[in-house]
């Protein structure tokens, strides 16, 4: 719980009138044949009557195919439950409904490179893209892989897929050829879309090397397409299967509009995979349906995206919020393409970008804030982000001190959404909403149609208490399946294990007093110390208020019977731990958390190990610390940091 007293921000009355939150209000009531007088009681109703809620969110937002007339079938199953099954619909079709010069994609890449792709103008490259992958021999069910940054020529490939049926799957170029090869080599593609590499901080990554490594380790493989994004030189020489971009396509440029398979609902779209921090990544099999209808509720209802918004979310290709981005293009919005550091000119090169393109939606991680916030930077000062009306953050918890910092260094009028769900999901579990405060610290909302809930070590529900986060209904974007899970018994373990019937997502949540939540991270990562559970989170939210810790990380070590906190923490270069500090971030911890969550030991490190998606690792510390070997190097984003937490001497005493 925050204890706050008042929210940060509540939206003026005309404003919540004006979002389409708020119309579907109205239209749900109706359907309901009873009054539904706020969000509380029009969510209730979402998971209660789920075959009513999503057959009138289908209607909303205009769906382009085949509804049929059945809305669910075996409701109570979980998993097991099917949605749609009569409808035929094609979700490149929806993404590309919006025709004419208005921009679709604008892209800035680091070094100041600009690109923009019209609405008539992508469509075009996606047909001319599908119509070579069928030369090729693609067709529905195959696989299309993607090496590539984040540039437009990746959304043409995930078009041009789904398109035709096939399946797009991706990973971030600075991935290792084994991090690739573990996710590819699972799926069996048929053609890999590679780029010659990357900018990333001021520098060049020239990859073809690698490229031709993983190309050359891909027996099912027939064709490499490489997109010249650095122009390196010598073209597609030693790379197995090579074709350059434009040679690819030139035959079918211009020639015909796109052909639109009519497809099932539930027909695969994408393959992600989970972070393999723990072994060989999942392959999440993700349908078209289920991601279309759940990224318009959650981008049109929850975050207000109205046709000719300009939206931006600074991720990779190895993240899920790349393919949420995307979605944006269904409701008319521009998509706002970066490719680079986000710390490029002292930090300011994604509020650069956010003032000349008129960005109204500006999505983080959670960490690019905290740093923000650590550097003393004060956008609202330096730019102009009158446009902005919303600012989504996820990837971690959003610690207090983040949210006053967007409300007092950004602007005191937007909507900060903090939002949490996942790869699992390709959605968001918790999220924002245009018709409720924000109140500091806490998510505003559970999700239309998401029947979450907190509940203790027996399934029952809590409320302003920490507990399991789970699902208790079918919702459409649930997995189709993991693949090659051939009898669905890794994907039953990965989620209704725990709670048989119930999906049980490995957070741990509170649901506060506002009806808003709270994560205090991973149900696998919490501490236990004298059979006392607490969330990694709440010493985070504490310790980034100490001015000399830039972030830390904290995990449990055996200790005689028990196990004791320990606290990592990265300082300000040039400064050194020593026991004055020590002292001063225990009591913080004390007085604003508990006694029980001060860490036994607190040990300086130079750099904490993260996934390529951002996240801390505070499993892999773990086992370092422990001297277990880490189950997938190739899962983490700088692997070399480790080091710095084997074998320390303060943790033998």
Known sequence: MTGAKKPLWTPEPAQARATAMHRLLGRAALAAGHPLPDYEALWQWSVDAPREFWSLLWDECGVVGERGERVLENGASMPGARWFPEAR????????????????????????????LSRDALRAAVAAFAAALTAEGVGAGDRVAALLPNVPEAIVALLACATIGAIFTSASPDFGVRGVLDRFAQVEPRVLVAADGYRYDGKLFDIRTKVAEIAAALPSLRRVVLVPVIDAGDGVAGIPHAIGCAEFVAPYVFREEPRFAPLPFDHPLCILYSSGTTGVPKCIVHGAGGTLLQHLKEQRLHCDLRPGDRLFYFTTLGWMMWNWLVSGLASGATLLLYDGS????????????????????????????????????????????SALRVLMSTGSPL???????????????????????????????????????????????????????????????????????????????????????????????????????????????QITAHGGIVIHGRSDATLNPGGVRIGTAEIYAQVENVPEVLESLAIAQPWGDDVRVVLFVCLRDGLALDEPLRERIRRRIREHASPRHVPARIVQVPAMPRTRSGKLVELAVRDVVAGREVGNLEAIANPGALEHFRDREELRH
């Open 399 to 509: 610690s207090v001190p983040c949210f006053e910092y967007v409300y007092r260094d950004l602007r005191p009028d937007l909507l900060l959404a903090s939002i949490s769900g996942g790869t699992d999901i390709v959605s968001c579990f918790v999220l924002g909403n245009p018709l409720l405060a924000v109140w500091p610290g806490e998510i505003q909302c559970r999700g239309l149609g998401m029947a979450v809930d907190v509940v203790d070590a027996q399934g029952l529900p809590v409320r302003g208490e920490k507990g399991e986060l789970v699902c208790d209904r079918p919702f459409p974007s649930m997995p189709i399946a993991f693949w090659n899970d051939i009898d669905g018994s890794r994907y039953r373990a990965a989620y209704f294990e725990r709670f048989p019937g119930r999906w049980c997502h490995g957070d741990y949540a």
């Open 89 to 116: 619909l094609n979700f490149a079709e929806n993404l590309l409904r919006h025709r004419g010069e208005e921009p679709a994609l604008v892209f800035t890449g680091e070094d100041g490179a600009r690109r923009v």
């Open 342 to 385: 986000p710390f490029a000119r002292q930090g300011s090169v994604l509020f650069d970008l956010a003032e000349r393109e008129r960005c109204t939606h500006f999505g983080v991680g959670a960490k690019f804030l905290e740093s923000c916030l650590k550097a003393g930077l004060k956008p609202r000062l330096t730019h102009d982000l």
